[in-house]
Structures are given as C-alpha cells and as structure tokens.
C-alpha cells in the first residue's frame, strides 16, 4: 500500500488543497503548483513529491490548455520548446547527485526569491525578443527537475510579450504542459515508480480538473490586488517552512 496514504487526513488536505491550488492557477496565470509543492513537502520527501507533483500538474495544465486553447501564443511556445529537453537531462543529471534536504532548501529559497522578484517595481515593460525563449526553455528544463516550480518567474518573463490575461494563462499552461511531460518521462528513465503512488495521484487528478474549471468561471470575477497579497503570503510561510 502507498505509503502516503496511511495518514487519511494528510491524505485529503493535500487533495483539496490540490483544487484551490488548480483554481489559483487558472485565475493567476501561474503560482498554484508552487503552494501545492511547498504544501506536499511539508510531509512528503522531496525525491518522491517532485515526481508526483509534476504528474498532477500535467493533467492540470492539459485542462488549462484545452480550456484556452484558442488564446495559445504558438510563436513564443514553438522556440521555448526547442532545448527544453536538453535542459530536464541536465536537471535531472544534478538531481540525482543532490540529497533531500538540499532539494528541499533549494525550493523554498526559490519560491522566497521569486516572491521578492515579482514585487520589484518596474519603471516599465521591456520586450524580450523571440530568440530569448530558446534559451528560457533550456533553463526551465534543468528548474524544472531541481525545484519543481518555475511557473512564476515565467509568468514574470511572458507578461512582458503579452497583455491578453487569456494568452499568459493559455501559454503558460502550454508551458507547463511540456515541461511536466518531459519531466515525468525523465524521472521514469532513471526508474522513478510512479504506480507505486497512483492512487494519491488518481486522487489529486480530478481535484485539479474541477479546479482549473472554477477558476476559469472566476477568472473576471476577482480583486487581483488583494488575491495577490493573500497569494504571496501563503506562499511566503510554505517556502519558510521548507528552509528551517
């Protein structure tokens, strides 16, 4: 039996905090799979949350991108997916030489410098050509297998080329969507058994579905301000967590 699942209530508090999690994503653009890792490693080790994370976080993304596919940015997805592959090898090539407390400090460092990073003021945007997303795809890959949460620092880069809130929420999810995939596939090659916690995960996934759903609905319906403060809060506490 999965060992996660003896604990029932853990158990259900990371289901539902799975659907809020999905539900913030779809309203935010990105920053619901960053909780929902900082929460699961308040009990789960890192080697094995990670994993399971970026399994769930791939049906979430499929939901988003099939929910905004028509607002899919394709000139800024086809270069970010070029050396993305290149970049989870050499991630998960470093991963597999780091042990858990050290992957778990590096995520929650992570997480507290993006907090800081998103809440620098800027004068004005800055247009980042096209080309740069080679290389944006390259650096996802290796955060991707070492912190598990890149979505943000993305959603910082993508809003600099797009307005539309429907185009950064579609693209990122494209994003996401890739990223998780080439993820999954790498943790299996190095022989990650992900059957032995399928259950949690067929737990988690309809939980994420609906989330992405109400999110969505909500989308319009929301004071972006203060959902920004409550946002970086939690996430703030999560991440303190992880380092101490």
């Known amino acids: 039996m999965d060992v996660i699942l003896d604990n029932y209530l853990i ?10 999690t999905a539900m913030i994503t779809s309203l935010a653009g990105a920053g619901g799979g960053t909780i929902l890792l900082a929460y699961m ?4 080790n890192p080697l094995v949350a990670i994993p399971i994370h970026g399994t769930v976080q791939l049906t979430s993304n499929i939901a988003r991108v099939f929910l905004f596919r028509k607002y899919l940015v394709w000139k800024l997805i086809i270069p970010f997916c070029m050396f993305l592959p290149f970049g989870v090898y050499l991630g ?31 004068n004005k945007k800055v247009r980042i050509p096209k080309n740069f997303y080679y290389i944006l795809g390259f650096f996802t890959g290796v ?15 993508i809003r600099n080329n797009l307005t539309k809130k429907e185009e950064i929420v579609g693209t990122l999810g ?17 022989g990650f058994n992900f059957y032995e916690y399928l259950t949690l995960i067929l737990l988690m ?22 959902f920004k403060v409550i946002f970086d809060a939690i996430l703030f506490l999560l991440a303190l967590r992880l380092l101490f």
């Open 11 to 20: 158990t259900i508090s990371i289901i539902i905090v799975s659907f809020f």
């Open 41 to 44: 490693l308040q009990f789960i």
């Open 92 to 122: 998960l090539t470093i991963f597999q030489n780091l042990d858990s407390q050290k992957i778990k400090f590096l995520i929650g460092a992570f997480i507290i410098s993006t907090i800081v990073f998103q809440n620098i003021k800027k």
């Open 143 to 157: 955060m991707n297998m070492l912190v598990g949460v890149i979505a943000p620092i993305l959603a910082i880069i």
């Open 174 to 190: 494209f994003f996401g969507f890739i990223g998780n995939l080439i993820k999954i596939i790498g943790f299996m090659f190095i």
């Open 205 to 226: 996934i309809p939980s994420t579905i609906l989330g992405s759903r109400v999110g969505q609905i909500l989308l319009f319906k929301i004071d972006e301000k203060t």
